[in-house]
Nanobody, 124 residues
Framework: QVQLVESGGGLVQAGGSLRLSCAAS????????MGWFRQSPGKEREFVAA????????SYADSVKGRFTISRDNAKNTVYLQMNNLKPEDTAVYYC?????????????????WGQGTQVTVSS
């Protein structure tokens, strides 16, 4: 079992930056592809970014490409999401997840382990 705990969310003005962290425990995440998702009230959970277990392959939703960067430090068992130039539409609860598949994917059901989420609110 992998336990995931997100942190780093908060309230920021449009154009600002936040760095989310996802700390894992229970098992090393070095063999898992990892992802970030977000969910706004009344909307389905949507893919934000993913990173391969080695860190050499990444994938981003079109809406965040060029603004967000996913990274990982397997030695610290932690995954990060650097978010720059934040927009009000980025407001959501952000979730970290570990994939149970052998490929990097945007598909929410491919992720078997989830954190509790951290709120990000961007004011205009």
């Amino acid at each position: 079992q992998v336990q995931l705990v997100e942190s780093g969310g908060g309230l920021v003005q449009a154009g600002g930056s936040l760095r989310l962290s996802c700390a894992a425990s229970g098992r090393t995440i070095s063999s898992y592809h990892m992802g970030w998702f977000r969910q706004s009230p009344g909307k389905e959970r949507e893919f934000v970014a993913a990173i391969s277990w080695t860190g050499d392959t990444t994938s981003y939703a079109d809406s965040v490409k060029g603004r967000f960067t996913i990274s990982r430090d397997n030695a610290k068992n932690t995954v990060y999401l650097q978010m720059n130039n934040l927009k009000p539409e980025d407001t959501a609860v952000y979730y970290c997840a570990a994939s149970v598949t052998h490929y990097i994917t945007t598909y929410v059901n491919a992720y078997g382990y989830w954190g509790q989420g951290t709120q990000v609110t961007v004011s205009s």
